[in-house]
């Protein structure tokens, strides 16, 4: 069974930084794209950063220079460096999954993953 836990979400000031990490387990695909998405309420979700089983990146114009997305394929955990932390990060954070075959849209408003975890709480305050 296909399982995302993230973690590492918390509260920190404005200018510091956080690292998420998701662990996946029980994901049958060999090839896939893996992403970090926000969410905060009454606001339409977005797709900040991805990454393709190939090591490819892809990140949304308004974290693109201060996240990182990483992955570490021998303990199947995504990983979200977060520096430069601004109060407008504060949000739900979400790591999902897909195969690559149904990977399109993988940053930004439009973004979509068939798969998400439960997310991870972060709080920026000024």
């Known amino acids: 069974q296909l399982q995302l836990v993230e973690s590492g979400g918390a509260s920190v000031q404005s200018g510091g930084s956080l690292r998420l990490s998701c662990v996946a387990s029980g994901y049958p695909y060999r090839d896939f794209c893996m992403g970090w998405i926000r969410q905060v309420p009454g606001k339409e979700r977005e797709g900040l950063a991805a990454i393709y089983s190939d090591g490819r990146t892809r990140y949304s114009d308004s974290v693109k220079g201060r996240f990182t997305v990483s992955q570490d394929k021998t303990n199947n955990t995504l990983y979200l460096q977060m520096d430069s932390l601004k109060p407008e990060d504060t949000a739900m954070y979400y790591c999902?999954?897909?195969?690559?075959?149904?990977?399109?849209?993988?940053?930004?408003?439009?973004?979509?993953?068939?798969?998400w975890g439960q997310g991870t709480q972060v709080t920026v305050s000024s």
């Open positions: 999902a999954i897909d195969s690559y075959s149904r990977c399109g849209v993988v940053v930004g408003p439009r973004s979509g993953f068939s798969f």
